[in-house]
């Protein structure tokens, strides 16, 4: 993997409980593990201090050009410029890995975004999402962020065209004993 040693932000890296949440959608409780649903805005619940880090799905081609991509690019920089700062565009090897940038919100709190890279390609064409990817990244995520509320949206079955049949469990698995939030847009 080629890393772009030019970076030298330390707040850039490569490598739930949600209370007074009025659009709390419902609670899922398998074996060890508890999982939250709810229906709003994933940048907006970190924002407000619900969620201590969110995920989201990316490709190994530096587009963040749709969805929470999108937004998080236009809200956070930070994000795009650690995504950047990864490998080299196109780098097939970043698959189940992630980057990540620490950031503040409006309100001065940081909280952490995680670039995680679940596809390869984007765009038409697909599914693009890679479920091998999808266990690896989130088993990554998992031994290295216990402890923390961790939100995502439904990654990989978006934009990506993945199953959530088969995605959920594989996060589910992975983040066992975590508490982790699936935040769908409404």
């Known amino acids: 993997m080629k890393l772009n040693k030019n970076i030298k932000d330390s707040n850039l890296h490569i490598g739930s409980l949600l209370p007074n949440v009025d659009s709390y959608n419902g609670e899922e409780r398998h074996g060890c593990y508890r999982k939250n649903i709810i229906i709003g805005n994933l940048i907006d619940l970190v924002e407000q201090g619900h969620l201590d880090i969110i995920i989201h799905g990316c490709n190994c081609f530096h587009v963040m050009g749709a969805g929470v991509a999108k937004e998080i690019k236009a809200r956070y920089p930070r994000a795009y410029k650690a995504d950047c700062g990864f490998t080299c565009k196109g780098d097939i090897t970043k698959l189940g890995h992630y980057s990540w940038a620490i950031v503040s919100a409006p309100d001065g709190h940081t909280f952490t ?74």
């Open 113 to 186: 975004i995680i670039n995680a890279y679940t596809q390869f390609k984007y765009g038409v064409g697909g599914p693009h999402v890679d479920y091998s990817a999808i266990k690896l990244v989130f088993e990554a995520i998992a031994s290295q962020y216990t402890g923390k509320r961790i939100g995502y949206p439904l990654i990989g079955a978006g934009f990506g065209g993945g199953d959530w049949n088969i995605i959920q469990p594989i996060i589910n698995t992975a983040l066992q004993g975590m508490a982790h939030t699936l935040v769908t847009f409404k």
